[in-house]
């Protein structure tokens, strides 16, 4: 084979949570009740147009989980040798961006270094600003930089605009014969917004986001579109391969904090007595002592683990992912008392309910009625919390990573891309463009899931009655 697949700690279980997932689409499929608030949610505009968002955010992050190793081009076929850098799917398919590294800063778009260097020009050593190796390489004359970004630029939006228009043409005719409509009257329909789904938003969001990635797929070709690092590697680049970074601590995390919060919190309203009072006095003095703290200790002790036992990590990629990992233990483990809180008030107004005492007087075991009749009444709660709590945790990342305590250093990250943009901001002239992208895409990442789950908010939360 000429690779070997990679399989990392959070690569297994970022897979096993999609396949969670699916499962759990599947037999919300099945059953009704739990399908109609989901209705309500694809009725949504916002919550529809921020789940594409998310959606494209979640394709790069899968496509830069499957992992692989490339097998060395002088090792002999019997014994193949594969190299010690452990690349992704992703990588693969922007190659470009990964290989074209250019000596140290450059502006985003740029033809030339931004700080001015000893160069010879016609026989004469002059200080000046010396061309890129590959951004505007293809460019004979420097007149011609704008006039080729501007037409890169059209180019990109036509290709995304044809595209999208070719969606949409199979889209109005896939619903057209599902509906048993022509289409001009679907097409009347959907300008007026009588689809009984957000087509327009749809539609819209979507031409958008296909117009601007036809516009970077077609200047990163030729430039660097977010300019380059202090070692010359594309920021565009390291911002897309920070994305699996923050999908992994907002999800992964949450595997850790949902256990521990629905069952303590649960039990703790549920059982009260002296249940109540331990899981309340851990929970106490959980919320006592600093986070910070409590992750900066076991980050460095997993830290020093690593470092004393080197055979047990063979790549580089595998010290950093078991880092990461142990970052989302720690996140979850500090961060479920306030589900937990939540949860417990709801459980103590539920187990007073004539249901559930009937179902205590009937002898009806306490596992039966919490897995039957408490779980389901507050699983409202546990959604809302989930979808809230991501984009908290992608912030928290980025500032964890800020004080250096958070992912490995050789880790793509958008905290290791703040945390390196500070003492480029204090150079002269200001090298801006790697904090600025860190945060765009933050930014995109976190808007969007936060109206997502406003949308899933509103559905959900019953003291809503389902408003629009």
Known sequence: MSFMPVILWTDALIFALLAAVLALVWFIRRHEHL?????????????????LVLGAFVVIGLLDSLHYRERLADSPADAPQYSVEVLSVFDALVS?????????????????????????????????????????????????HRHDIAR???????????????????????????????????????????????????????????MLAGVLVQLASGYHVFGTDKVGQDVLYITLKSIRTGLVIGTLTTLVTLPLAIGFGIAAGYFRGWVDDVIQYVYTVLNSIPGVLLIAAAVLIVQVYIESHPEVFDTAAARADVRLLALCLIMGVTSWTGL???????????????????????????????????????????????????????LAEAVLSYVGVGVDPSMYSWGNMINGARLELAREPVVWWQLGAAFAFM???????????????????PRLGGRR
């Open 35 to 51: 399908l109609a608030p989901w209705r309500v949610v694809a009725q949504r505009p916002m919550a529809m147009g921020a789940a």
């Open 443 to 461: 930014f995109a990442l976190v808007l969007a899931a936060n109206l997502f789950a406003d949308g899933v908010r509103d559905a959900f939360d």
């Open 152 to 210: 890169r630029a059209l180019v990109g939006l036509a290709q995304g605009l044809a595209v999208s228009l070719l969606l949409f043409g199979l889209l109005a005719a896939w619903q057209g014969r599902r509906t048993q409509m022509d289409f001009g009257v679907w097409l009347t329909a959907w300008g007026t917004g009588r689809l009984g789904w957000p087509g327009r938003t749809v539609v819209l969001i979507l031409a958008i986001m296909l």
């Open 340 to 394: 937990a809180r939540l949860l417990r008030g709801e459980s103590l107004k539920l187990r007073t309910l004539d249901y559930v005492e009937a179902a205590r007087a009937f002898g009806v075991s306490h596992a039966r009625i919490i897995s039957r009749h408490i779980f389901p009444n507050v699983f409202h709660l546990v959604l809302i919390a989930i979808v809230l709590d991501f984009s908290g945790l992608v």
């Open 96 to 144: 470009g961006l990964r290989t074209r590294q250019e000596k140290t800063y450059s502006a985003p778009l740029a033809m030339q270094l931004y700080a001015k260097e000893f160069i010879e020009r016609d026989g004469e050593t002059v200080r000046d600003y010396p061309r890129l190796k590959y951004g505007g390489a293809h460019l004979a004359q420097a007149d011609d």
